[in-house]
């Protein structure tokens, strides 16, 4: 899992590269990408096929999931702000790899249960929530500022790469190996990103709240913070989301970005009942018409860098932040056959493109906007609120559609979806670095 190119300093994109450390970091999130790519919707398939649960099962493993999870995930914030990022990263990947590993293990003992599958699940959303907010932190400690955008957008491309790829082989792979193929796949490929943290070696070194104050105002003498041997008080646990909603910057985003991503993906369950049962489209072609648009994804990646140094940062948000809220409205008019399957792959194009620029350009605002002694918690209440929203708006969406039809359900979202540009912030401000909160 070595780094591509390290050696010869340049990237995966032929761009120099961002050093050897961030090479190691990126390859490995590049392997747990593609690992968790392929094993896209493994829960749901390992529920119907193996342990033949109905349907109410499926949404409530799924629901419950990132709903738990995401509650455990609220004093792990705080206390990871107190850590050292990289061996929480890598302690939130081997205990990815345990759970997941699990179940295999349980079903070669024919011990599996849907409540073995929730407890994994609860798991792994704790811990992706906690290894995303520890990354960011660490991210902004390993590379420039100048250079947060480029590695914003080669993360961005690897993800599209492998949400391009995963589920396609990882569809032949359950067809040809069976329903637990993927989920030792995925388990494995966080063992790998460990090693490949663990390989980026050198100290890391741990900036608390204090320290960041002194350096900020020089002869001021460090206080130790009170509350328990380890520094953490109650009133830490909020303190991400007091900087989200009071945040003239962050606050717009978060908003937008949070009911964004909830519109987009709660009509998603109700899309593959419209295209899977009244339409008659195939699972191949079900699966078809989302991987090929994700080099959209790959495109909106590369060109991000570019716009901004073109166009400035806040009028690529408000472009791009826009122009992906207006695609989705087209997937209710969405017919069968050929011509129906063109439009969802044009539709899902022009949507991923757009958010391939947006997405970094974000990451790399946020990361900017936020005080290093409040990265982690931050990061972990927009996890948390993105989760926890998307749960419960998917499980309103199923509703909707029981009572009004998909086609329906699927329109009410699009039109939502024209209303949230709106929130999107009209002006640049300067990074905020105060430290009080």
Same mark, same amino acid.
């Given at each position: 899992?070595?780094?591509?190119?390290?050696?010869?300093?340049? %990237?995966?994109?032929?761009?120099?590269?961002?050093?050897?450390? /961030?090479? @190691?970091?990126?390859?490995?999130?590049?392997?747990?990408? /593609?690992?968790?790519?392929?094993?896209?919707?493994?829960?749901?398939?390992?529920?119907?096929?193996?342990?033949?649960?109905?349907?109410?099962?499926?949404? $409530?493993?799924?629901?419950?999931?990132?709903?738990? #999870?995401?509650?455990?995930?609220?004093?792990? #914030?705080? @206390?990871?702000?107190?850590?050292?990022?990289?061996?929480?990263?890598?302690?939130?990947?081997?205990?990815?790899?345990?759970?997941?590993?699990?179940?295999?293990?349980?079903?070669?003992?024919?011990?599996? +249960?849907?409540?073995?599958?929730?407890?994994?699940?609860?798991?792994?959303?704790?811990?992706?929530?906690?290894?995303?907010?520890?990354?960011?932190?660490?991210?902004?400690?390993?590379?420039?500022?100048?250079?947060?955008?480029?590695?914003?957008?080669? /993360?961005?491309?690897?993800?599209?790469?492998?949400?391009?790829?995963? &589920? &396609?082989?990882?569809?032949?792979?359950? %067809?040809?190996? +069976?329903?637990?193929?993927?989920?030792?796949?995925?388990?494995?490929?966080? $063992?790998?990103?460990?090693?490949?943290?663990?390989?980026?070696?050198?100290?890391?070194?741990?900036?608390?709240? %204090?320290?960041?104050?002194?350096?900020?105002?020089?002869?001021?003498?460090?206080?130790?913070?009170?509350?328990?041997?380890? +520094? $953490?008080?109650?009133?830490?646990?909020?303190?991400?989301?007091?900087?989200?909603?009071?945040?003239?910057?962050?606050?717009?985003? /978060? *908003?937008?970005?949070?009911?964004?991503?909830?519109?987009?993906?709660? &009509?998603?369950?109700?899309?593959?009942?419209?295209?899977? +049962?009244?339409?008659?489209?195939?699972? @191949?072609?079900?699966?078809?018409?989302?991987?090929?648009?994700?080099?959209?994804? *790959?495109? #909106?990646?590369?060109?991000?860098?570019?716009?901004?140094?073109?166009? %400035?940062?806040?009028?690529?948000?408000?472009?791009?932040?826009?122009?992906?809220?207006?695609?989705?409205?087209?997937?209710?008019?969405?017919?069968?056959?050929?011509?129906?399957?063109? *439009?969802?792959?044009?539709?899902?194009?022009?949507?991923?493109?757009?958010?391939?620029?947006?997405?970094?350009?974000?990451?790399?605002?946020?990361?900017?906007?936020?005080?290093?002694?409040?990265?982690?918690?931050?990061?972990?209440? @927009?996890?948390?609120?993105?989760?926890?929203?998307?749960?419960?708006?998917?499980?309103?969406?199923?509703?909707?559609?029981?009572?009004?039809?998909?086609?329906?359900?699927?329109?009410?979202? #699009?039109?939502?979806?024209?209303?949230?540009?709106?929130?999107?912030?009209?002006?640049?401000?300067?990074?905020?670095?105060?430290?009080?909160?």
């Amino acid at each position: 899992m070595a780094p591509v190119n390290v050696r010869l300093g340049l %990237g995966m994109t032929g761009e120099r590269s961002l050093g050897r450390e /961030f090479g @190691w970091l990126w390859a490995a999130y590049g392997v747990s990408a /593609f690992g968790t790519r392929l094993a896209f919707d493994a829960f749901p398939i390992i529920a119907v096929v193996v342990l033949h649960a109905g349907a109410s099962d499926v949404a $409530l493993l799924a629901a419950s999931g990132l709903a738990v #999870g995401a509650a455990v995930a609220v004093p792990l #914030g705080a @206390w990871v702000e107190l850590r050292r990022k990289r061996p929480v990263m890598i302690a939130a990947d081997l205990v990815r790899c345990a759970a997941l590993l699990s179940i295999p293990v349980a079903f070669a003992l024919d011990g599996l +249960g849907l409540g073995q599958l929730l407890v994994v699940s609860v798991v792994v959303a704790a811990a992706d929530i906690t290894f995303t907010a520890a990354s960011g932190a660490y991210l902004k400690s390993l590379v420039r500022p100048e250079e947060l955008l480029v590695a914003n957008s080669r /993360f961005e491309a690897t993800t599209w790469t492998a949400t391009a790829l995963g &589920p &396609p082989l990882g569809g032949v792979a359950v %067809g040809v190996f +069976g329903p637990m193929t993927t989920v030792l796949a995925d388990g494995v490929s966080y $063992l790998l990103s460990a090693l490949g943290i663990r390989a980026i070696g050198g100290k890391e070194r741990q900036q608390s709240a %204090g320290e960041q104050s002194a350096e900020q105002q020089p002869g001021k003498q460090q206080t130790a913070r009170p509350g328990s041997p380890s +520094g $953490l008080r109650l009133s830490d646990l909020p303190a991400g989301w007091r900087h989200l909603l009071t945040h003239p910057t962050l606050r717009p985003l /978060f *908003l937008n970005t949070i009911l964004v991503n909830a519109l987009i993906m709660a &009509p998603s369950p109700v899309l593959a009942v419209l295209m899977l +049962g009244q339409l008659g489209f195939a699972p @191949w072609q079900y699966g078809l018409a989302f991987a090929v648009p994700c080099l959209g994804g *790959l495109l #909106g990646s590369r060109l991000s860098r570019r716009l901004v140094t073109r166009y %400035g940062r806040r009028r690529v948000l408000l472009t791009a932040g826009t122009l992906r809220a207006c695609w989705p409205l087209g997937l209710a008019f969405v017919g069968p056959g050929t011509s129906g399957l063109v *439009l969802i792959m044009a539709v899902e194009f022009g949507l991923i493109t757009c958010v391939g620029v947006f997405n970094p350009v974000l990451a790399t605002t946020r990361l900017e906007q936020i005080p290093p002694d409040r990265i982690t918690r931050t990061l972990s209440a @927009w996890q948390i609120t993105g989760r926890t929203t998307t749960a419960a708006m998917t499980a309103l969406w199923g509703l909707l559609a029981a009572l009004a039809g998909p086609r329906a359900a699927i329109a009410l979202a #699009g039109v939502l979806l024209l209303a949230t540009p709106l929130l999107l912030p009209r002006h640049e401000r300067a990074p905020q670095h105060s430290t009080t909160g």
